[in-house]
């Protein structure tokens, strides 16, 4: 089942194992139970620590398999096929339930070893969801180190009729104790602090006491981290504070235009930036969100920045870098029925639609290639595009109108989102030209309508643009003397890795200059 290259490369990794590990199987005569009976002998093959041994229970899902120490019963679970983006979480589960030590903090991984309550947590996903593999490979290694907790991974492919029976439209879903936990991508410390009640006050206090920083940057996507790294090589006291590292990086599939890397993924990129950074002092600060930024009475005093959780820091200078999010419709409907038809990621929540019809609105590249993705899955989609004609690049309007599946439509403004209480059952456009309006039955509705910056903590302090963007001038300076900003949060065009990396640079060089020339405040 397995190719010989990657056999190779898997048994190259299993020989990392310090402890044996058994996989315990409960499969039943369909075709998939047979696929995963084989894929699973033959892991087993490739080492002597690892054990096939299949033990049918009425009690767990058919097919599925437990990964656990030789001789135990405790430790993730895969419902179902854990190939494509699902496989690197199947040698990481292989990796540390044998003994391999995980690269998260000590202290993170000693909170997960303490928390005391029972959880039973299950994650829908898909085999093409590339934000699904972070929450899968967090909860199982919750379940790894804590024996009262336990994950149960499940292909929503394979079990078509839970995800119909418990309304999962959108990967990946994940449920606590058989209710709604979180949707979309999270990191092992968002959910650990979810869960952890206490966790958040105790954090707030800690930051809240940490001396001043030279540079604070807001924000860990490639502007942050490349900010960050550039200011920790000066050698001056650096924190680099976000929600989540990586950034809108996390939501991108395939990456072809970073100059010197020819193709990579999102999640992959945005490892090689956390890795980068951490071969710097830098306080890297995760799960931490900006909500009110004071800044200095004058040049040379502190800067003050609280967070969601109640902390409060301090630094010398700041640089934003927070990015922007998905733009909503903005109509009616569209928050009540988020994640139960309305989505924003074809790659993630495409096979969920198997079959259905379903509508993109946007028609630049993103949705263009949205719609020729959903069409391969599919029974029907509709294109709506606000303007005249569509902005994306030609290739891709070429490839799009040559599918049969595919009707386009401009000058539409999307007006509301129907729904049944339940979930998405269609939606109403106008056309701009006659006014007059159109309902569309569908299942599924993809946003796909640009960014809007991560700003709006700002309002009344950082001078913005009509459109939130914060103003720079070519040094990456702001309205404020001693805080900077860059990235796609700023009004420097053309929103894209590269250059958000070189704006960061350049902020944080700006940032050195700026601290080297002004006189400090005397507390």
């Given amino acids: 089942m397995l190719e010989t290259q990657l056999q190779t490369q898997l048994k190259t990794y299993l020989e990392k194992l310090t402890k044996p590990v058994d996989l315990v199987a409960s499969l039943d005569h369909s075709s998939a139970s047979t696929e995963i009976r084989q ?44 190939l494509g983006h699902e496989f690197t979480s199947l040698v990481l589960a292989l ?14 991984l000693a909170q997960i070893k303490a928390l005391p309550d029972e959880l039973h947590f299950e994650t829908y996903y898909s085999l093409s969801c590339h934000n699904c593999p972070d929450v899968v490979q967090a909860l199982n290694l919750l379940s790894i180190l804590n024996p009262r907790i336990h994950h149960t991974a499940i292909d929503g492919g394979q079990f078509q ?58 924000g ?52 090689a930036l956390r890795t980068h950074v951490e071969d710097y002092q830098v306080d890297i600060i995760d799960t931490q969100q900006a909500t009110q930024l004071q800044p200095a009475v004058e040049p040379g005093g502190l800067h003050q920045l609280q967070t969601a959780s109640g902390a409060t820091l301090k630094a010398k200078s700041i640089i934003v870098a927070t990015g922007a999010r998905w733009r909503n419709m903005g109509v009616p409907g569209e928050e009540t029925y988020r994640t139960r038809g309305v989505t ?30 959903l069409a391969g899955l599919v029974e029907h989609v509709t294109l709506l595009e606000f303007a005249d004609a569509l902005k994306a690049d030609q290739v891709l309007q070429t490839k799009l109108r040559s599918l049969p599946n595919v009707e386009v439509i401009v000058n539409a403004h999307t007006q509301e989102v129907l729904g049944d209480g339940q979930q998405v059952t269609g939606l109403v456009w106008k056309d701009r030209l006659t006014e ?43 309205n404020q003397p001693g805080i900077f900003a860059a990235g796609d949060c700023t009004t420097v065009p053309y929103k894209q890795i590269i250059i958000a990396s070189g704006e960061g640079a350049k902020a944080a060089l700006s940032a050195f200059d700026y601290l080297i020339r002004t006189q400090p405040v005397q507390a």
């Fill in 161 to 218: 009729q839970e995800i119909a029976d418990r309304n999962i439209m959108g990967v990946p879903a994940v449920l606590l104790n058989g209710e709604s936990f979180g949707h979309g991508r999270m990191t092992l410390a968002e959910i650990v602090n979810k869960v952890d009640t206490g966790a958040a006050a105790r954090q707030a206090a800690t930051l809240t006491e940490q001396a001043p920083y030279d540079v604070l940057v807001v």
């Fill in 95 to 108: 990796l540390q339930t044998g003994g391999h030590p995980s690269k998260e903090s000590q202290k993170l």
């Fill in 220 to 271: 860990s996507g490639p502007a942050g981290a490349a900010a960050a790294i550039y200011t920790a090589r000066k050698g001056i006291r650096t924190g680099l504070m976000g929600e989540r590292f990586g950034g809108q990086v996390l939501d991108t599939v395939d990456i072809e235009n970073y100059i010197s890397v020819p193709k990579t993924e999102g999640s992959r990129l945005a490892t």
């Fill in 344 to 373: 924003y990621c074809p790659h993630c929540d495409g096979p969920l639609f198997k079959g259905k019809r379903v509508a993109v609105v946007g028609g630049g590249n993103s949705g263009v290639e949205a719609a020729i993705d």
């Fill in 436 to 478: 007059q309006l159109h309902t569309l039955a569908l299942s599924g509705i993809f946003v796909q309508i640009g960014l809007l910056p991560n700003t709006a903590w700002l309002e009344g302090v950082i001078d913005r643009n009509p459109m939130g963007e914060i103003i720079v001038d070519p040094r990456g300076e702001t």
């Fill in 39 to 82: 894929l699973l002998i033959q892991i087993a093959e490739l080492s002597e620590k690892v054990n096939f041994i299949e033990e049918n229970r009425a009690d767990v899902r058919q097919p599925s398999f437990l990964i656990t120490p030789q001789g135990q019963r405790h430790g993730p679970r895969f419902a179902g096929s854990p």
